[in-house]
């Protein structure tokens, strides 16, 4: 047990006496994941399972923290009360009693994962000085989170319904809303982009506290009901912006949406048989990647010469076009190798 680091306990509701699971006290472990079978339903249950994870005595040195299927409404006094200096890594998976979390004074947590609490209501205001990424997945009845994080980089919600507000992170660098997100308020300050799959029945607005120096990459994906993109600026840093499998997306937002995004290097629009144009403004010249896949209406719109051409003017000058299924003309052609890009695309 001296050389152990990791422990991996499971169905502790089996564990008849303290001395079960007195293992957790070794110094020596770095990693604890303390599981039940979740299949505890009574009120006496619940308060086994809290007694339970209470005796459980901390370990001062742990640095990583799996608890899954706890069906307490409470977690332990040892887990709260500031005794986790050293814990770095935090997973709470399918503890679906607790309505509340709170997680005291942990200095060093970079990531916290919070997985299927469905009674989940609160979250105090507790300070994460250290937190680098939270992962909250499966939370319906979450209604807001702290207010201030600041060097959080990765943020990612997934089916959290209630949620309201997003907290202010002036170093989130990825922020990915999936599934039934509701978001009626952005807080000021917040310097990131988002995306939803699912209902998205509030519009995205992103704002900008800065410039970033790092690379700023939005993804939209799997969004079946969603129409356009926010007419609201997206932030103009951005570097990279891939859409794909938007059903009903018929608009990439105002006429200056993406003429506005100065850094914009790569385009990728893919599986949105709804979208027939780009917008009125067209690409911004830093364009160097655009790709279109999936999109027939839009696809038909790039291939029109003439008077009536809207879109092919829009995308000729772009070095590098990955279009499938598209026939350009001689003339197409033509332009294209004028301004030095030579393409594989077929004759029409």
């Known amino acids: 047990m001296a050389y152990l680091t990791s422990l991996h306990a499971f169905k502790l509701e089996n564990a008849v006496t303290k001395v079960d699971v007195k293992s957790n006290e070794k110094e020596g472990f770095r990693k604890q994941v303390l599981e039940w079978s979740g299949r505890d339903l009574n009120e006496q249950d619940e308060v086994k399972r809290e007694k339970e994870l209470e005796g459980l005595k901390h370990n001062s040195n742990l640095e990583e923290l799996a608890i899954r299927h706890f069906v307490g409404s409470n977690f332990p006094s040892w887990m709260i009360g500031g005794h986790l200096q050293n814990l770095v890594t935090l997973s709470l998976y399918h503890c679906t009693k607790c309505k509340t979390i709170s997680l005291g004074q942990l200095p060093c947590l970079r990531e916290l994962y919070i997985k299927g609490m469905q009674e989940l209501e609160e979250w105090p205001q507790d300070q994460y000085t250290s937190l680098c990424m939270l992962h909250v997945i499966n939370c319906p009845k979450l209604r807001k989170l702290p207010n201030f994080m600041s060097d959080l980089r990765v943020l990612k919600l997934k089916r959290c319904d209630s949620l ?43 704002t900008l506290n800065g410039p970033l120096e790092l690379k700023l990459i939005l993804s939209i994906q799997r969004c079946p ?12 840093a951005l570097e990279c912006l891939m859409i794909g499998s938007c059903p009903m997306l018929n608009s990439l937002g105002a006429k200056e949406t993406l003429k506005s995004l100065l850094f914009l290097k790569d385009l990728y629009v893919e599986d949105c048989p709804s979208i027939r144009c780009l917008p009125e403004e067209g690409l911004p010249p830093s364009l160097q990647h655009l790709k279109i896949h999936g999109c027939p209406l839009l696809i038909e719109e790039c291939q029109k010469e003439g008077a009536g ?13 990955e279009i499938d299924s598209i026939k ?4 197409q052609l033509c332009q294209r190798k004028k301004y030095g890009f030579v393409d594989l695309f077929a004759v029409k």
């Open 225 to 236: 009901k969603l129409e356009s993109l926010p007419d609201e600026e997206l932030p103009t």
């Open 309 to 321: 051409a809207t879109e092919w003017p829009k995308i000729m000058n772009v070095p590098d076009l």
């Open 164 to 206: 309201k507000a997003l907290p202010k992170a002036p170093s989130l660098l990825f922020l990915i809303l999936i599934n039934n997100l509701v978001l009626e308020e952005w807080q000021e300050g917040s310097s990131t982009t988002q995306y939803d799959e699912g209902n998205l029945a509030g519009q995205l607005r992103p």
């Open 328 to 331: 350009l003309s001689y003339t």
